[in-house]
Antibody, heavy 117, light 107 residues
Framework: QVQLVESGGGLVKPGGSLRLSCAAS????????MSWIRQAPGKGLEWVSY????????NYADSVKGRFTISRDNAKNSLYLQMNSLRAEDTAVYYC??????????WGQGTLVTVSS | EIVLTQSPGTLSLSPGERATLSCRAS???????LAWYQQKPGQAPRLLIY???SRATGIPDRFSGSGSGTDFTLTISRLEPEDFAVYYC????????FGPGTKVDIK
């Protein structure tokens, strides 16, 4: 069955960096676009970024453009999100999700990122 | 940029009742790119509807989506106890965006 497991969250100071990972299993990872979506505590969902199956195309929300970088390693069935220059408003649960013909059809359970001094 | 508005913010209903949730876009959305998600407390969201009206795999037929252009609707024909949750619409074109959500709670 499809599984997505995020890791790498934690507490980081403003201006710091963090790298999130998402381990995928149960499907042919290299066939699918993948996305990161976040949810601040008690708030709604915010799409962050997506990457094409071959990494040739990426897109970012304006709120993270220039600070976050999405990448993937199809040989390792893994998706990544490098987050730099972190701000308090980046505090959220970060989900990875699979994008097929259906958008975000499978989600991980999320990893919490807290940006605080 | 397309902005999505959902109404009402909260819908208080009883099990067995019909729920009608609205999603309005600031400009026309291709129906191919409108989705609905359900989220329960402490859980990841779950895809319900994509392409405005197609049910995702495993979604019961009491959930239906309709609409086009700027006005879309999610209907739950008869609420089951497990349906009380927050529902988000999303346009998933080149720059995806979610609406603010509608909470369906027990009256």
């Amino acid at each position: 069955q499809v599984q997505l497991v995020e890791s790498g969250g934690g507490l980081v100071k403003p201006g710091g960096s963090l790298r999130l990972s998402c381990a995928a299993s149960g499907f042919t990872f290299s066939d699918y676009y993948m996305s990161w979506i976040r949810q601040a505590p008690g708030k709604g969902l915010e799409w962050v970024s997506y990457i094409s199956s071959s990494s040739s195309y990426t897109n970012y929300a304006d709120s993270v453009k220039g600070r976050f970088t999405i990448s993937r390693d199809n040989a390792k069935n893994s998706l990544y999100l490098q987050m730099n220059s972190l701000r308090a408003e980046d505090t959220a649960v970060y989900y990875c999700a699979r994008d097929g013909e259906d958008p975000h059809d499978y989600w991980g359970q999320g990893t919490l990122v807290t940006v605080s001094s | 940029e397309i902005v999505l508005t959902q109404s009402p913010g909260t819908l208080s209903l009883s099990p067995g009742e019909r729920a009608t949730l609205s999603c309005r876009a600031s400009q026309s959305v291709s129906s191919s790119y409108l989705a609905w998600y359900q989220q329960k407390p402490g859980q990841a969201p779950r895809l319900l509807i994509y392409g405005a009206s197609s049910r995702a795999t495993g979604i019961p037929d009491r959930f239906s989506g309709s609409g086009s252009g700027t006005d879309f609707t999610l209907t739950i024909s008869r609420l089951e106890p497990e349906d009380f949750a927050v529902y988000y619409c999303q346009q998933y074109g080149s720059s995806p965006r979610f609406g603010p959500g509608t909470k369906v709670d027990i009256k």
